[in-house]
T-cell receptor, first 113, second 113 residues
């Protein structure tokens, strides 16, 4: 049973390009959470999704950021027109339910040049 | 405002020594408190989880304590090993049913030979 899989591990984008971060939850997990970790800061909640539904996106920036978790396939965090301030580590976690233990992936380190 | 503060920010100890990391939180209402270990370039891995009614929880050489009255927790590491070098993050969950973890910024521990 593989853990939470995120890819790519490292992503470099030029300003103005789009970044797509993927997260495959653990087998049997239907709840996915995305967090962002800026340098020297703690992880910050971005969005919580269940299959085909966004439950809470209160931590997502209002513009340029979107997330989905389709019926089939991984969850995707999409950042349009990236800026230097988007450079961070983006972590995905998954759980069986909202009150159960969440397990984290290895993260995707996005660098905007 | 819900916050989790950790101290010290960083710590260097010699292999074999013990150390204690501190966590103060203002999260209310409180559901549970977790300690995570995050190796450089990896995702957080859970060490312990404590609910309101628990005072102490051990996991091998890691022992966590919780004082819900003073809203303080500590993580004690016994007989440190080189592999303990990592960031240790205190994470507090709001009342049951809420998935939004509040992360501390972590204590960076370096164990030297």
């Amino acid at each position: 049973n593989a853990g939470v899989m995120q890819n790519p591990r490292h992503l470099v984008r030029r300003r103005g390009q789009e970044a797509r971060l993927r997260c495959s939850p653990m087998k049997g997990h239907s709840h996915v959470y995305w967090y962002r970790q800026l340098p020297e800061e703690g992880l910050k909640f971005m969005v919580y999704l269940q299959k085909e539904n966004i439950i809470d996106e209160s931590g997502m920036p209002k513009e340029r950021f979107s997330a989905e978790f389709p019926k089939e396939g991984p969850s995707i965090l999409r950042i349009q027109q990236v800026v230097r301030g988007d450079s961070a580590a983006y972590f995905c976690a998954s759980s069986m339910g909202p009150n159960t233990e969440a397990f984290f992936g290895q993260g995707t380190r996005l660098t905007v040049v | 405002k819900n916050q989790v503060e950790q101290s010290p920010q960083s710590l260097i100890i010699l292999e074999g020594k013990n150390c204690t990391l501190q966590c103060n939180y203002t999260v209310s209402p409180f559901s549970n408190l977790r300690w995570y270990k995050q190796d450089t370039g990896r995702g957080p891995v859970s060490l312990t989880i404590m609910t309101f009614s628990e005072n102490t929880k051990s996991n091998g050489r890691y022992t966590a304590t919780l004082d819900a009255d003073t809203k303080q927790s500590s993580l004690h590491i016994t007989a440190s090993q080189l592999s303990d070098s990592a960031s240790y993050i205190c994470v507090v969950s709001e009342s049951s049913g809420t998935y939004k973890y509040i992360f501390g910024t972590g204590t960076r521990l370096k164990v030297l030979a």
